[in-house]
């Protein structure tokens, strides 16, 4: 399968990033590491488990089989008890891929009554120590301004180390997303932007071109957002999620045309 979204081609970005020399760190072993004590070159992996949960078991095993420990965000629907045990047997971290704000229509008491109750679900069978923001492009509201409004209750409220956008200083940490079916930052990521992608110093649109420069070590500190559904294991597959993100990609590239994209004050 020639193509830079298959689980060929995602076991040669990890095996790239271990010929460069990256230690691996969840989100909560960054946030919770003050930064004089992380490594001097490390990595995030982190996943948003948006579909597809058979996918992102098959890439946790491929992690662990690695001895890598990475993060995955799930939403409420992909939750599964035993999904997440899973995950975390495995090594890895498991947070929520919230969404409250957006299906609460903008309603901050109501976001975070629904955030409250389903935190509350998710650690009945895991651990949540970070979560992180769904982004809906269809959405004119943002999930993160529930953190941002005025009177929004603290991280710390809810015993939470943090969130994988608002926490982490990526002008220090070099962000790629693999959002649109490219790494390339652009028209195809509406809400998927932190504050240091205009400091970036390097961009890249393939994942042969990604793996290359975590064989060369280019970056010191990054953090990788890899969508477990978008990574084919068959031929089929492959021709699905290529129509598929094509299709969405249309539509995000409709909707810079009728209204511009959400810039949160705290995130770009």
């Not at 970070?130 to 409004?149: E, F, I, K, Q, Y």
């Not at 959002?179 to 504050?195: E, M, P, Q, S």
């Not at 110093?201 to 010191?220: F, H, I, N």
Request: glycine share 8%; net charge negative; charged share 30%.
């Amino acid at each position: 399968m020639a193509d830079g979204f298959t689980t060929e081609a995602y076991v040669d970005l990890l095996d790239a990033a271990d010929d460069g020399g990256y230690e691996f760190l969840t989100v909560a072993d960054y946030l919770a590491t003050p930064a004089e004590d992380r490594p001097a070159r490390f990595l995030l992996l982190r996943h948003d488990v948006d579909r597809k949960v058979r996918n992102a078991a098959r890439m946790a095993r491929i992690e662990a089989d690695r001895g890598i420990e990475a993060t995955y965000y799930v939403r409420t629907g992909t939750f599964d008890p035993g999904f997440v045990r899973t995950l975390e047997s495995l090594g890895h971290e498991v947070g929520y891929h919230y969404e409250d704000y957006v299906r609460a229509d903008g309603d901050l008491g109501e976001a975070h009554d629904r955030f409250a109750r389903h935190l509350h679900l998710f650690r009945r069978y895991c651990d949540v120590e970070t979560v992180c923001m769904h982004g809906n492009p269809l959405s004119p509201h943002d999930n993160r301004d529930m953190w941002t409004a005025p009177d929004a209750p603290a991280f710390g409220a809810y015993d939470l180390l943090g969130e994988a956008y608002l926490s982490m200083d990526f002008v220090d940490v070099t962000y790629f997303s693999d959002t649109g079916r490219t790494w390339r930052d652009g028209a195809l990521k509406i809400k998927d932007h932190t504050v240091g992608d205009s400091a970036k110093a390097v961009s890249v649109g393939e994942t042969a071109e990604l793996a290359a420069l975590l064989r060369e070590g280019a970056v010191d500190r990054g953090c990788l957002l890899v969508h477990p559904e978008r990574w084919a294991d068959s031929v089929p597959e492959l021709l699905v999620e290529r129509t598929k993100d094509g299709a969405i990609n249309a539509v995000k590239r409709g909707l810079r045309l009728v209204r511009p994209p959400a810039t949160p004050s705290s995130t770009s």
